[in-house]
């Protein structure tokens, strides 16, 4: 049987839509309050990070921003290469945000006073020798939100050092205050595709974020 839950924002301001997307996000899950917290959320960031990247290099408000960082805005004066200028502009943001030994680069920061809009569907086992209680649930969907901001320390990214595509990582959220409004969805997975059969952990779920701006004119500012 199917639950939603739904957290609304107090703000109903009129929104400017910046970016929709959706992340997937696939494997054994541990639910917060676990010893392995801090592995489990690194996992969840490993997952969608190369999503992220993707979408930062192919989405044109994103590419925007990063081409008007600083360091890549400074070189409007000479002839380099859209490309090479996005590519600095990336570099450029990733520096501010290191933590935890990582070069990090998050989409929704308190700078950009962006509302995100998060509706989670998340899929496991429902057979009685599955099933979660509420507290596992909650706990769950802490480790999955957890994983979509930047690690905070060592302990938070795992213990793990970047990996070579990794530098720099991609992640959504600098923290996971600025989710103004979140719906979870759950349902009951059936079997994961081309796997043998379901684990008590394992999890599917398909992550749609919605990014907008209640400023048209501030919207502007940063993206134009």
Known sequence: MSERI??????????VCLVEFRLIFRERLPS??????????????????????RLWATNKNLRELAMN????????????????????????????????????VPMVTRELDLRCAIDVLIMWGQEDRYVLQRGDLDGHIKTLIDG????????????MEPADDEKPMFC?????????????????????????PLC??????????????RNARAFGNYFG
């Open 6 to 15: 739904i957290v609304k924002g107090e703000d109903s301001s009129p929104e």
């Open 32 to 53: 917060s309050g676990n010893q392995s917290q801090g592995k489990a959320q690194h996992v969840v960031r490993r997952q969608t990070h190369p999503q992220l990247r």
């Open 69 to 104: 960082a600083q360091e890549a805005r400074d070189l409007l004066r000479g002839n380099m290469p859209e490309e090479e200028r996005f590519n600095v502009g990336i570099g450029s943001i990733a520096k501010r945000w290191q933590c935890a030994g990582y070069d990090l």
């Open 148 to 159: 979509l901001r930047r690690p905070r320390d060592t302990g938070e990214a795992g213990s």
């Open 172 to 196: 959504l959220l600098e923290d996971d205050r600025y989710i103004t409004d979140f719906q979870v969805t759950t349902d009951e997975l059936l079997l994961l595709p081309d796997e043998k």
């Open 200 to 213: 008590a952990r394992d999890v599917f779920a398909v992550i749609h974020v919605r990014l907008s701006h």
